[in-house]
């Protein structure tokens, strides 16, 4: 980016640009924390509902986590500047017993926990966060050094859902330069979270490397392209998928999925890995899959309909079977205990699925 850039002002056919999918929603919950970023989506939203005779109704909300001492005082200052702007401000408190370990993910999880309560007791049906182009980037390095696959190198999405709740993230493609710039402009105060320089945690070392690696090509435009290419080759294998599904599944009367082995093993191997993770996904009773077991069980049924031969794994709480042509996906049945062991053995009606599965 040029220095020119990082100061170019927010025009208003570009803020209406930014905030068009706010248009799909009668009112919209800002998440403001009070840092650079979410004080600019603060403004600019204002800005662009200011400048049009219908729009959404705004509010704003402030989670604090209460584990700096002063990030009541920070949360008090965002409510400042809403009575300014004439907007309504709510302090989310995230209260009790913090964890020792995991801060990160846990205030994450207690933070989007609060804010979506707080969207619903509002009738606010999307939520805006002010995920920057630095952001985006910074979760590309992540999941790649996490080993995802095609979905989670996608990264953050400009419009996702979270249950009823839409989450909107306009800011995407916006460098958080130049939001500092706007919130500098505005003569408005901002907050910096100390965490976000602790060495502790992945973020911030992945921060402390971005200027070498953008001095080797990886910059943050690059990150954040190479992101929205994978959002867009993903979507269209997630169709492929759904397609190639409807054409060789069936369900049977017991909720079971069933798949022509022959249809599934022509299918080109993405297609048929994500025809058998969305069959698990749809009858897991342990969370999501992980993607390199659900590779390793997609080579090994592969194989087990090349020999012809029989197959039974389960993953993620789901249980997959091949026998005469038919994979069957299905909840797992109930397992037992072997006491003092880390190997259960599962219960089966069919002797060629009892299998034994390690526990995570
Ligand atoms: N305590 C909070 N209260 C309300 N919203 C928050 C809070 N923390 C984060 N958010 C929302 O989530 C977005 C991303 O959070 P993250 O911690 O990655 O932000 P950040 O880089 O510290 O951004 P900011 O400069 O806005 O604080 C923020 O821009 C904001 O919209």
């Not at 056919?13 to 919209?28: G, K, M, S, W």
């Not at 995991?102 to 007791?121: E, T």
């Not at 839409?166 to 500092?180: M, N, Q, S």
Request: glycine share 8%.
């Amino acid at each position: 980016m040029r220095a020119a850039d990082a100061q170019l002002p927010f025009g208003g056919e570009e803020l209406d640009r930014l905030f068009l999918p706010f248009q799909c929603h009668a009112r919209v919950l800002l998440a403001v924390s009070g840092g650079p970023d979410s004080t600019a989506l603060l403004l600019l939203a204002h800005a662009w509902r200011a400048g049009r005779a219908a729009g959404p109704d705004l509010s704003v909300a402030t989670v604090d986590h209460r584990l700096r001492p002063e990030s009541a005082a920070e949360a008090r200052s965002v409510g400042a500047v809403c009575r300014r702007l004439g907007l309504s401000h709510a302090v989310l408190d995230w209260m009790g017993e913090k964890p020792r370990s995991g801060i990160p993910a846990a205030a994450r999880a207690a933070r989007y926990g609060l804010l979506a309560r707080h969207a619903a007791s509002r009738g606010a049906t999307a939520l805006a966060l002010a995920h920057t182009r630095d952001d985006q980037a910074e979760t590309v390095l992540l999941r790649l050094a996490r080993g995802s696959g095609l979905a989670g190198l996608a990264a953050m999405r400009p419009v996702s859902r979270m249950g009823a709740l839409a989450l909107v993230r306009p800011f995407l493609d916006i460098p958080k330069a130049r939001l500092v710039a706007e919130v500098r402009r505005a003569g408005v105060d901002f907050a910096e979270d100390p965490g976000n320089r602790d060495p502790r945690f992945t973020r911030p070392r992945l921060r402390a490397i971005a200027a070498a690696l953008a001095a080797e090509g990886l910059d943050a435009p690059r990150l954040a392209a190479f992101a929205r290419r994978a959002a867009r080759a993903d979507a269209a294998l997630a169709t492929l998928a759904e397609e190639a599904a409807a054409r060789c599944r069936a369900m049977r009367p017991d909720g079971t999925l069933a798949f022509d082995g022959a249809g599934f093993a022509a299918l080109p191997e993405e297609i048929s890995l994500r025809v058998l993770l969305d069959a698990v996904r749809a009858q897991a009773t342990e969370g999501e899959p992980e993607l390199g077991k659900a590779e390793r069980l997609h080579a090994g049924l592969l194989a087990a309909l090349g020999r012809g031969a029989r197959f039974g794994r389960t993953l993620a709480g789901a249980q997959i079977t091949h026998a005469a042509g038919t994979i069957r996906v299905r909840p797992a049945p109930p397992r037992e205990k072997c006491s003092g062991s880390q190997i259960r053995r599962d219960v089966d009606t069919h002797p060629w699925q009892a299998t034994t599965r390690h526990l995570d």
